[in-house]
Each structure stands twice: as structure tokens, then as C-alpha cells.
T-cell receptor, first 115, second 112 residues
Framework: DQQVKQNSPSLSVQEGRISILNCDYT??????FLWYKKYPAEGPTFLIS???IKDKNEDGRFTVFLNKSAKHLSLHIVPSQPGDSAVYFC??????????????WGLGTSLAVNP | SQTIHQWPATLVQPVGSPLSLECTVE??????LYWYRQAAGRGLQLLFY??????ISSEVPQNLSASRPQDRQFILSSKKLLLSDSGFYLC???????????FGPGTRLTVT
């Protein structure tokens, strides 16, 4: 049962335009959501997060929007640059049985930004 | 600042051979440590996590084991590798109670 879903395996965008990556979740107990960027053969890099009590968080070119009623979040990259080409993972934070934090991951969306 | 190291970067091992992957973290104390695997074309699967020395929790039953002999050292092991153990192994750390996890560069394991 996939609790965090990224329904678009890939996305292609022109340089300078907006990239919108989407993520849906099923568990209303998630209290934080995170986005990571991953290049091939490297570890994921943390990009931005948002608390479930917020609806928007912005950091430079990256903005994450959260719609709790729809259980949906999105990452906006404006303007998109060729160096943004990577796989983007959505993750949700909750607690395990031992009361330790754990991340539940989506399967990722591969973004290609074309010059 | 904190740094996380993993080695080796790549490894090719025959079926039935042992495995030892090491991860160390610098610049922090008492981190939570994690081992993940990413199979080809798939997402990140949490294998083990540790909240302290000698404390290991397994998320999925498998052919692998983990140990934490020191505060900032996390080791992933196997006595006998299977073909299905091939994948990209990632170590991560987080501060206690923190949400964000920070990843190492990963180890590409190919079992032949």
C-alpha cells in the first residue's frame, strides 16, 4: 500500500519555465512533508519541507504548496534550469511503533529541463 | 558542519560472498542512522535504523544485518549475498527528533 504517491514518473520542461511536481498521500497523520532531489549514482539531497499546519513554504526558486483537504502537495521550481534535471522524491514524516520519526517515500518523478 | 561518508562507492561481489558496507558521520553526536536500498527504477526502501549504539531496528525481513559499534558508525553486512541484494545502498543520518534526513553518496552493489 503506497501511502505517498508520485503519479507522474517523468516530466519535461523548457528552461526558464515553471516545473510543477505533484505528490499525493493517504495518511492524515503525516505531520511534515519533504522534497529531495537525486542525481544518478548520488544520495538524495534535501530541498525543502513543509509542516502540515502550513500551506506554503518558499526557499529561493523552490516553493512547496500543501492542500490538506485534498491530501496533495506540489513542488514548484521557478525558473527551471538545466541543472534541476534530476529525480525528485516526495517524502512524508510520521512516527513508527517505537515513537521514532520515519520517512515514507514516493517512487520519484524524473524531471528533465531542456535548454 | 556535518558530513556523512560511505564506502566503497562501487562493489561487485559473487553470490554467496560476504558483505560489509560502512558509513560514518562527522560533526554531530548521537545521530539517528539509517540504511536504505534503492533497487533499479524504484523508490527508497528503509532497511534498518538505529537511535543509539547497539540499537538496531529492522524494517523488512531480509538477508542483511546492521550494526552500530560506535556512535557515528553504521555497518551493513551479509554473510552470503543473493542476486536480489543488488542495488544502490544509501546511509543517512538525522538529528534526534528531527524530520530531515541527510544522505551519504551511496554504494552501488552488483551481485553476480
Amino acid at each position: 500500500d503506497q501511502q505517498v504517491k508520485q503519479n507522474s514518473p517523468s516530466l519535461s520542461v523548457q528552461e526558464g519555465r515553471i516545473s510543477i511536481l505533484n505528490c499525493d498521500y493517504t495518511n492524515s497523520m503525516f505531520d511534515y512533508f519533504l522534497w529531495y532531489k537525486k542525481y544518478p549514482a548520488e544520495g538524495p539531497t534535501f530541498l525543502i519541507s513543509i509542516s502540515s499546519i502550513k500551506d506554503k513554504n518558499e526557499d529561493g526558486r523552490f516553493t512547496v504548496f500543501l492542500n490538506k483537504s485534498a491530501k496533495h502537495l506540489s513542488l514548484h521550481i521557478v525558473p527551471s534550469q538545466p541543472g534541476d534535471s534530476a529525480v525528485y522524491f516526495c517524502a512524508a514524516s510520521t512516527y513508527n511503533a517505537g515513537n521514532n520519526r520515519k520517512l515514507i517515500w514516493g517512487l520519484g518523478t524524473s524531471l528533465a529541463v531542456n535548454p | 558542519s556535518q558530513t556523512i561518508h560511505q564506502w566503497p562507492a562501487t562493489l561487485v561481489q559473487p553470490v554467496g560472498s560476504p558483505l560489509s558496507l560502512e558509513c560514518t558521520v562527522e560533526g554531530t553526536s548521537n545521530p539517528n542512522l539509517y540504511w536504505y536500498r534503492q533497487a533499479a527504477g524504484r523508490g527508497l526502501q528503509l532497511l534498518f535504523y538505529s537511535v543509539g549504539i547497539g540499537q538496531i531496528s529492522s524494517e523488512v525481513p531480509q538477508n542483511l544485518s546492521a550494526s552500530r559499534p560506535q556512535d557515528r558508525q553504521f555497518i551493513l553486512s551479509s554473510k552470503k549475498l543473493l542476486l536480489s541484494d543488488s542495488g544502490f545502498y544509501l546511509c543517512a543520518w538525522s538529528a534526534d527528533r528531527a524530520v530531515e534526513q541527510y544522505f551519504g553518496p551511496g554504494t552501488r552493489l552488483t551481485v553476480t
